[in-house]
Structures are given as C-alpha cells and as structure tokens.
C-alpha cells in the first residue's frame, strides 16, 4: 500500500499508459479537431443539393379514398410522395410498396437511367456535369444504411460528389463527397470501428475509454502528489 501510494508508482503506471494510448490519443484528440474544422453542411452535401421542386397537389385527380377503393388496399398504408414534382401515392402491403401518380391514377414503374439522369440534374447545383449514372445491387460503405437496388450518379466536380438515388422516386437518398469521406475515415479512428464505422458501443472502444480514464486519473493522483511533496518539503 505504501508503494501504491508513491509517487514512482504513479511515474510507472502513467508512463505505461502513455505508451499503450499514445497512437490512440492521437487519433482521438487529430480525428475531433478535423470534424471540428469541417463544416457539417459541407460534409453531408447540402450545397450541392437544389431546392425540392414543390408538388403539385392541385392536380391530383384521384383522392387516396378513391385510389384505395381502386386498388383494394386499405387506405391506412397509403403515404404521400413525390417524384421530381409530381405528387405520387405510396401503397405498402405485405413487403411490397406500389407507387400511383396521383395526377393519373396510373401504376408507376422503377426509373429508366434517362429519368435518373434527368432527375439526378436537376438536384445538382454544383460546378460540375453528371458522368455516369449505375444502378447498384451492392452497396459500396459509403451508401451504408441504404438498400439496394440504388442509382449511383457521379458528378465531374472538384467534390468528387456522387448522388445516391431511389431507383423509384428518384429522391436524392445520400450525397458523399471527398470532405465526407475525409470525416468518415476520422470518425472511424474515432469511435475505433475499423469495419463498418457505425458502432460505438463495442469492446475495443470501451477499453481505450477506461484505460484513458485510469491515464487522466493518474495524472492527476501524480499532480497532487508531487505538490504535496513540494509543500511539506522543509525550507
């Protein structure tokens, strides 16, 4: 206990923990200052994305009442989209969703690459021109949390931007961009989730978490310790 209590033991233990969390601390105290400096707008694209056309609700023919009755679904499952600026019903039953054109009445089909193109442009406001326009059936990580079938749509900007698209309505579901993917790769040191950079809640993370704690906390056990032995030392 006596030596538990000195002020070489506490040298040792944080010098120890110094070495192991070095690289880490690194990586935590670099990643939060790079997220710090880069605008969050700029990251998840806004300034890329154009204004929602609005709907046209006011041309609907068909009320959901009617669109219900017509499709024997109940009226409960219909929710309310848009593709560019044409009011659309969503109908869910089962596993499957079916979209309307609420102008028509008529069953809508997936996108073609032209319309995704079209579409695609008009929700671009940046520098550049649309390059190519891939429908994905397997995800990169960048379009995580997105299922597929999705519209890749690359842009030739300084951005490198890409617009991940519905293969249906053709809403912009995700835009990434080099300074995305600059936070996505600290983020990822700095939740220490070298996979699938989502989860902060794992094993590794948590003992980085303790072992720094226990590195403050001797630190300052260290600090009180040295200015004890400084005051009661005699004149």
């Not at 039953?93 to 102008?103: I, P």
């Not at 490198?160 to 912009?172: E, I, S």
């Amino acid at each position: 206990m006596r030596f538990i209590r000195s002020i070489r033991f506490w040298r040792t233990f944080h010098l120890w923990l110094s070495i192991l969390l070095s690289l880490q601390l690194l990586a935590w105290f670099g990643s939060g200052l790079v997220m710090s400096i880069l605008p969050i707008d700029e990251v998840r694209g806004e300034h890329l994305r154009a204004p929602v056309p609005a709907m046209q609700w006011s041309e609907a023919l068909l009320s959901p009442a009617e669109l219900s009755q017509q499709s024997g679904i109940n009226a409960g499952l219909i929710s309310l989209k848009q593709r560019g600026a044409a009011p659309v019903y969503q109908l869910d039953q089962a596993d499957q969703s079916h979209y309307y054109n609420a102008v028509t009445g008529n069953l809508l089909q997936a996108l073609s690459e032209p319309e995704v193109r079209t579409l695609a442009q008009q929700g671009y406001q940046g520098a550049g021109t649309l390059k190519t326009a891939t429908l994905l059936t397997e995800l990169p990580l960048e379009a995580r949390g997105l299922s597929a079938p999705v519209w890749q749509v690359q842009f030739t900007d300084s951005d490198n931007t890409v617009f991940y698209v519905d293969p249906m309505l053709g809403q912009v579901l995700r835009v990434r961009t080099d300074k995305w993917r600059l936070f996505d790769f600290v983020w990822m040191l700095h939740i220490m989730d070298y996979e699938e950079r989502d989860d902060f809640n794992h094993t590794l993370l948590i003992a980085s978490s303790a072992l720094a704690f226990m590195f403050t906390l001797s630190g300052l056990v260290l600090l009180v310790l040295t200015l004890r032995r400084k005051t009661l030392r005699p004149h």
